[in-house]
């Protein structure tokens, strides 16, 4: 692999002293077409390209529009020219390396190829697939066509739309266009992946399905279009049964882009303060000797990390303060019928109902808790994909990768997250970092000790929320015990108390049986109890991964542990969401508690 000195995907230190990082997320489109496009057909491609690339751009401005291209003759280099010419940047996925690669180029091909390398932000040159050899690529076709085929695998894998020149037929060539829409589509390509590297996101309605298909003739005999296809239309092609042909990006892939763009717009606002706060993966002495890619993934997780606390902290506020505020309209209400028949009475109970409505209106209108669990999520998937990388875990399959493994048979909205995360991990999954340093460093970073990593994290939170949870109990003991001591007293010695004497117990009585309701509800709503079940489990599934590492043979067998290890955390995020999803505020919330 080789790369230029600038990151596509994210700019990981300021280019100018006081300045701050880049944190857009690009939307990445990725190129497959044919090699012999017809000369007349051309200035009609290029103008519907240029209306894609430019159409992403302004619908979804809070990111950076990119292109992948492989750079071969034909559509590749015409819309990576036509990038360069919007001033978008420019990947270079070569598919395999390039002094192999640039014998497919005459000496003015190879000009026009070098110049466009030398352009591009980035330049990664896929290593040969195991069994082939560079003598096997110089001389075997088919060899060579597996090389293609695992280029077309990477770039279906890492973007977001695939722009297909294509005349729309499958004649079955290795790695050819047909193939690469194919596999965009439905996860098969025959001869290069088995039957079973099919994932379960082929049997979902999954957001890496998106091709923009731009019809084409090829320059040779029988080159038209395949029936039903008209030369230079375009339009949306996807897998969907009923209509997998529009004019419009179907509903759901909108949605997927509208969150990630809602995403990146929120990371680069705040830019500037997640610089000053963030809490990076990378320990600044450890940093250098870790692989490069890291630095994207990392990026992308302080922007996630920091998000989700900003919309905790709000989500949090918002339970707190309408939880208070149905508190006070009860307890309002308990003072008005028994002690003090007031106006002014009804008008603090109406004041903190609408307290309430008003604080849950905003946190439905701003969406902080949906933000919230999607950033969490997007970031402890982040946290997963970065020390898998550090470690040179992959998922062995030659077709899938860290974001394929993230919410797969989950809600397809929650796809925006592989959507992020597929960018983010681009460099890192060029080829997998295998080294006993990346190994040492994940060992003691990710799961770490009692103090440190998630056996610290997890020890801490399950404290936290026994302590809560215990308080919870407590108040509820003391609750019932005082109830019970109230009534007890009313049953045998109230006949004879004053009307003075037997309103202030009914009244004490009644506020410490709404503090219970109020308390417990809290604690419903915040999982206390789940989560606590959760940590400890989760607690017990780190301290065992290190056990096993500690005592494995081999770095294989370690990286085998730190793969189960990844699976079961990204499996824990996606429970936590689901937990969470459930108990959402909402604007009636403040006359419900009340």
Known sequence: MSANANPVAFTAAPEHEGEARSYAVPLVVAVTGHRDLVPAELPAI??????????????????????????????????????????????????????????????????????????????????????NSAEAVSTDTQARALQYASVGVFLCA???VLLALWDGKDNGQLGGTGQVVRFHHDDVMPDYAPPTSVSLLSLTDDESDLVYHVVCSRDRPGGEPAPGLRAVTSFWFTR????????????????????????????????????QERASLIPGATGPSLPPGLADINQVFCAADWLAMRYQKRVTLALKASHLCALVAAAGYLSYTDLYSAPTMIALILLMMLVA??????????????????????AEGLRVQFYWAAAGVTSGNITKFAHDNCLQMRDVELGWIRNVMRVAGTECDVAPSLTPEGLAFVRSEWIGDTERGQLGYYRRRSALHSRETALTRRIGRIGIATTLLALIALLFIGPGLSPEWQT??????????????????????????????????????????????????????????????GDSALEEHAEWILIHRERGLDEEE?????
């Open 46 to 131: 290029r103008a519907r390209v240029r209306d894609c690339l430019l159409g992403l751009q302004s619908a979804y401005p809070g990111r950076l529009v990119a292109v992948m291209s492989a750079l071969a003759d034909g559509a590749d280099r015409l819309v990576a020219q036509l990038a360069l010419e919007l001033g978008m940047p420019l990947t270079a996925v070569l598919p395999m390396p390039r002094t192999l690669y640039e014998a497919d180029f005459g000496s003015e091909s190879l000009s026009e190829f070098a110049n466009l390398c030398s352009a591009a932000t980035d330049v990664f040159e896929l290593p040969l697939i195991m069994g």
């Open 158 to 160: 890492h973007c977001h």
């Open 240 to 275: 969907d049964t009923e209509h997998p042909r529009s004019e419009q990006i179907p509903e759901r892939h909108r949605r997927v882009f509208v969150y990630a763009n809602e995403f990146s717009r929120e990371a680069q606002s705040f830019a500037a303060v997640i610089d």
């Open 357 to 378: 409505v008003g604080i849950n209106w905003l946190a439905v209108r701003g969406a902080w808790h949906r933000k919230y669990l999607d950033y969490r999520t997007l």
């Open 504 to 565: 202030p117990i009914v009244y004490l009585m009644g506020l410490i049986l709404l503090l219970v309701g109020v308390r417990q509800s809290y604690a419903t709503r915040r999982a206390e109890s789940e989560l606590i079940r959760q940590y400890e489990f989760m607690h017990r599934i780190f301290n065992n991964a290190r056990r096993r590492i500690d005592v494995a043979e081999s770095d294989a067998e370690r990286r085998r542990i730190l793969k189960l290890l």
């Open 590 to 594: 403040g006359l419900r508690l009340g």
